[in-house]
Structure formats: C-alpha cells, structure tokens
C-alpha cells in the first residue's frame, strides 16, 4: 500500500526542485504552469518558503533559492563526507596522488574532503576548506562541465600549484550540491588516472543515489 504523502509538502519540494534547476530564477505564472496548479496556490508556497528563507524573490518578482538553503547543504556535508571517504580512499591510493572531492560555492570551488594515499613518500598537500575559483583547476572546471551533464574528465597543469598536475570528473546526482572528484599529483597523471577519477565519480554518484532512494 502507498503511503499517503502530504500535499501541500509535496509541492513545496517540487517547487524548491524547480528553482533549484534554473539559478536565473522564474515568475509567479512559469511556476505554476510547471507544478499545474494556480497561481494563489503558488504565491501561498513562495510565501511559505520564503518566511524560512529557501526561497526569495528578486527585484523583477523571480523565485530564487534563499540563504537557508545553504544552511541545509552545510547540514549534509558530514553525510556527503561519510560516503565520500571510503572512495577517496581507494582513489588516492590506486593513482598514488592526493584525492579530493570539491563542492561548488558560489563562484568558488571549497575542498570538502581531501585524502592523501597511504603508500607514497612524497604528495601534495591540499587542506580541506581551499577555496578557489570554479574557472580554475581542473576540481572547478569539472564542477562547470557537470552544469552541462558532461562526465569527461577535466586536466589541469600548474593552475593551482606550480608543478602540480591534477584531473577531476563531476559528481552528479546530489540535488543541491555541484561536486565533482579528482586527484592532484606531482607528475603529470596519464589515463590510467583519468579512468580511476571517472570510476570514483560513478561509483560516489551511485552511492548517493542509493542513500536518497533509501
């Protein structure tokens, strides 16, 4: 027997997983047409959502995602480490260069987990919390390729650090979040690399899946 579900919650989420999906925001009437229902029925859930601040409305009336939903993504990051670890793990140790899962903020890209491999004399040192722009290093310009579901693996060379040379894939299927995965290493990676940063994204990507189905 299927669970009776509440209505109203039910549209509101809908209505966050729309905003969610266009950053440049929509009207009242575009809102509506999208969740098929009227137009009171929207203002009343906007309105419900903006008193918690997940959503806002621009100078034009657009919806748009609110400050709380940062709250929200802050809240999930010790379970988003929890199932990235262990793949981090296995990613650093397998190439044999420092791992790192990256998450969008803003125009930035903030280092949320990072793991060094376990057998190496010598690595890279990447502190979790490094933020750097999206448009450089290859952890940003993977996270920008994923806003276009583009899986590639994505290079850099010396973007970031001086003789550092790093490859990362983006992590999709976390609502909310741009993440993507990749390593950076001392030497420049070859396509072994690639294949084990492109398996480490789906293999995360899977886990998300599985969590949230859960």
């Known amino acids: 027997m299927t669970a009776e579900i509440s209505q109203t919650l039910d549209r509101g989420l809908r209505l966050l997983e729309i905003v969610v999906e266009q950053p440049g925001g929509l009207g009242i009437g575009e809102l ?8 009171t029925v929207v203002y009343r859930l906007v309105a ?17 995602l609110g400050l709380g939903v940062l709250t929200l993504t802050q809240a999930s990051e010790p379970l988003l480490r929890q199932l990235a670890l262990p793949v981090l793990h296995e990613l650093a140790d397998v190439v044999g260069a420092t791992a790192h899962l990256t998450r969008a ?11 060094e491999p376990r ?50 894939a983006p992590v999709l299927g ?9 390593v950076v290493s001392l030497a420049p990676l070859d396509h072994t690399a690639e294949l084990a940063v492109l398996n480490a994204a789906a293999t995360l990507q899977q886990l998300g899946r599985s969590e949230l189905q859960d």
């Open 32 to 39: 509506a047409e999208r969740l098929g229902v009227g137009r």
């Open 48 to 64: 419900t959502l903006e008193a918690h601040a997940l959503v806002r409305r621009d100078g034009e009336g657009r919806v748009r």
């Open 105 to 115: 903020e803003g125009d930035d890209g903030v280092a949320v987990a990072v793991v």
């Open 119 to 168: 057998w190496t004399d010598y690595h890279v040192g990447y502190r979790e919390g490094a933020r750097h722009p999206l448009t450089k290093g290859a952890s940003g310009r993977a996270i920008l390729a994923g806003r276009t579901d583009e899986a590639a693996a994505v290079r850099s060379s010396g973007e970031l650090q001086a003789g550092a040379h790093g490859v990362a």
């Open 174 to 182: 976390f609502p909310g979040m741009e993440l993507s995965i990749g």
